[in-house]
């Protein structure tokens, strides 16, 4: 195709691109025939250049007759989502994209509902995605979606016995995001930098088999973030216990309103809401006793959600106000083992209040010299890695010692879990690997009455009629 009749097109990318290019994410360019002159005159110079009859530029069909000799006839038809010439992309991951695309290569699309805006782009990927297959000229892939996953087998590093076998729930375990944030830039974002095949194929039976796993959807990208949740859903039905956190920016974070105005529309989609990390600055106005917040306990009663909270200091008396008052929510506290009132999370509360459970989770691998989560703190798989090895035994031996008389005290409500996310290689199947080896030798050590309760029997008793 001649480029004449797209040089207007291609200067207006130009700048959108010069304006674009401060931005991130995972961006395409849709053809705007509309934005520069009418379509019909647009078409009148494609036509008059190369012979062609093209319609509905930008979004629409368009069709090529086979009859013509033209070059273009080899050139797939991508519905017109790329521009003539990749480069003006800002975005070096959609330049590649758009590249292999061209070249027809596979592409791995992101979810389609993240094209909302440019439909071109929204209904190529929809084509290619449900039917399973990218065209290439003659020749047709298979790309597979939904594709079982195929973990292999543990293999032990380590001879730590006893050594539990059985089952395991991830009670922790929080999803990629789904926009890159500016003040947490190595939290990779899904369907960017990984892939909810990826994710969804961390979790098989015989080793961890699922998780409860903590999504922040937040409210400009909530119609996209839902869609994405869904599909995991579809894909991998079981796998993903969906939990909501559904965080508005700015004011205050929690909203009520939009939280049941989700879950009506979402009937069983979500098992619990959380994570409540109330340390984060946006949750800095939210206290566990606000009226937001006890009208958030209502709806997770109505609507069967447990509710995942990380308190911080000086909330023990709102806390334990909500427990007495929603003694039919189920609660799940997490990381409130460092609080001057610990003692009332780990033993009072659960003691006193049948609905109320603990994760002992990323604690439990180790910290840094600044006393941070040693998987939160480590630079790097490999320094995670090497720095886990080398204090292996002596972090278990210390886990032990705190831990152990705490489960197996209230063997009913302790939960296992990893809390891991913070970063792209937390997904690592590497880095699964060992932290299931540790788990398994650490729950190898409570009490057989205690082991499978705090492995995986504790959480499926929370999911049960949810």
């Given at each position: 195709m001649?480029?004449k009749?797209?040089?207007p097109?291609?200067l207006?990318i130009?700048?959108?691109?010069?304006?674009?290019?401060?931005g991130?994410?995972?961006?395409?360019?849709?053809?705007p025939a509309?934005?520069?002159?009418?379509?019909?005159?647009?078409q009148?110079n494609?036509?008059?250049s190369s012979g062609?009859?093209i319609?509905g530029?930008?979004?629409?069909?368009?069709?090529?007759?086979?009859?013509q000799?033209n070059?273009?006839d080899?050139?797939?038809?991508d519905?017109?989502?790329?521009?003539?010439?990749?480069s003006v992309?800002?975005d070096?991951k959609?330049i590649?994209?758009?590249?292999?695309?061209?070249?027809?290569k596979q592409?791995a699309?992101?979810?389609?509902s993240y094209?909302?805006?440019?439909?071109?782009?929204?209904?190529?990927c929809?084509?290619e995605?449900?039917?399973?297959?990218?065209s290439?000229?003659?020749?047709t892939?298979?790309v597979?979606?939904?594709?079982?996953c195929?973990?292999a087998p543990?293999?032990r590093?380590?001879?730590n016995?006893?050594?539990?076998?059985?089952?395991?729930i991830?009670?922790?375990?929080?999803?990629?995001?789904?926009?890159?944030?500016a003040?947490?830039?190595?939290?990779?974002?899904?369907?960017?930098?990984?892939?909810?095949?990826?994710?969804?194929?961390?979790?098989?039976?015989?080793?961890?088999?699922?998780?409860?796993?903590f999504y922040?959807?937040?409210?400009?990208?909530?119609t996209?973030?839902?869609?994405s949740?869904k599909?995991?859903?579809?894909?991998?039905?079981?796998?993903?216990k969906?939990?909501?956190e559904?965080?508005?920016?700015p004011g205050?974070?929690v909203?009520?309103?939009?939280?049941?105005?989700?879950?009506?529309?979402?009937?069983g989609?979500?098992?619990?809401y959380?994570e409540?990390?109330?340390?984060?600055?946006?949750?800095?106005?939210?206290?566990?006793?606000?009226p937001?917040m006890?009208?958030?306990?209502?709806?997770a009663?109505t609507?069967?959600?447990?509710v995942?909270m990380?308190p911080?200091e000086?909330?023990?008396q709102?806390?334990e106000?909500?427990?007495?008052?929603?003694p039919?929510?189920?609660?799940l506290?997490?990381a409130?083992?460092?609080?001057?009132a610990?003692?009332?999370?780990?033993?009072?509360f659960?003691?006193?209040?049948?609905n109320a459970?603990?994760?002992?989770?990323?604690?439990?691998?180790g910290?840094d010299s600044?006393?941070?989560?040693?998987?939160?703190?480590?630079?790097?798989?490999?320094d995670f890695?090497?720095?886990?090895?080398?204090?292996?035994?002596g972090?278990?031996?210390?886990?032990?010692?705190f831990?152990?008389?705490?489960i197996?005290?209230h063997p009913?409500?302790?939960l296992?879990?990893?809390?891991?996310g913070?970063?792209l290689w937390n997904?690592?199947?590497?880095?699964s690997?060992i932290?299931?080896?540790?788990?398994?030798?650490?729950?190898g050590?409570?009490?057989?009455?205690?082991?499978e309760k705090y492995?995986y029997?504790?959480?499926?008793?929370?999911l049960?009629?949810r």
């Open positions: 001649s480029q009749g797209f040089a097109i291609i207006i130009i700048v959108v691109a010069i304006l674009a290019v401060g991130g994410g995972f961006w395409y360019y849709q053809q509309n934005q520069n002159k009418p379509a019909q005159q647009t009148e494609l036509n008059s062609q009859d319609s530029l930008g979004g629409e069909d368009i069709s090529i007759p086979t009859g000799p070059h273009q080899s050139i797939r038809d519905l017109g989502c790329w521009p003539p010439s990749c992309i800002p070096p959609s590649q994209t758009c590249t292999d695309w061209k070249a027809g592409v699309w992101p979810s389609c094209f909302s805006g440019q439909p071109a782009c929204q209904k190529l929809e084509a995605t449900k039917t399973g297959t990218q290439s000229g003659s020749q892939v298979s597979p979606v939904g594709t079982p195929n973990l543990l293999q590093q380590f001879n016995t006893p050594y539990y076998t059985g089952t395991l991830d009670d922790h375990f929080h999803m990629p995001q789904f926009f890159k944030i003040d947490h830039p190595e939290a990779p974002v899904l369907d960017q930098d990984i892939s909810k095949r990826d994710v969804a194929c961390l979790f098989a039976k015989g080793r961890v088999e699922n998780a409860f796993a922040g959807i937040p409210s400009h990208l909530k996209s973030a839902l869609e949740i599909e995991i859903e579809q894909q991998y039905p079981g796998v993903i969906h939990f909501l559904f965080v508005v920016f205050y974070s909203d009520p309103v939009q939280i049941k105005g989700i879950l009506d529309a979402n009937k989609l979500f098992k619990g959380g409540l990390s109330l340390y984060l600055p946006h949750y800095a106005n939210v206290k566990p006793g606000d937001a006890k009208e958030l306990y209502k709806i009663d609507y069967n959600l447990i995942m990380h911080i000086g909330q023990q709102a806390v106000e909500m427990l007495r008052d929603n039919n929510t189920q609660f506290f997490h409130a083992e460092r609080l001057s610990s003692n009332m999370y780990l033993d009072t659960l003691g006193k209040y049948p459970h603990y994760s002992a989770d990323i604690i439990l691998f910290d600044n006393g941070r989560p040693l998987l939160d703190a480590a630079k790097s798989k490999q890695i090497a720095k886990f090895k080398q204090n292996w035994q972090t278990l031996d210390v886990k032990v010692a831990w152990k008389s705490k197996e005290k009913n409500q302790f296992w879990g990893t809390d891991r913070a970063s997904y690592d199947p590497e880095i690997a932290l299931e080896e540790y788990s398994r030798a650490f729950i050590q409570l009490n057989s009455a205690t082991q492995a029997k504790n959480a499926e008793y929370l049960q009629n």
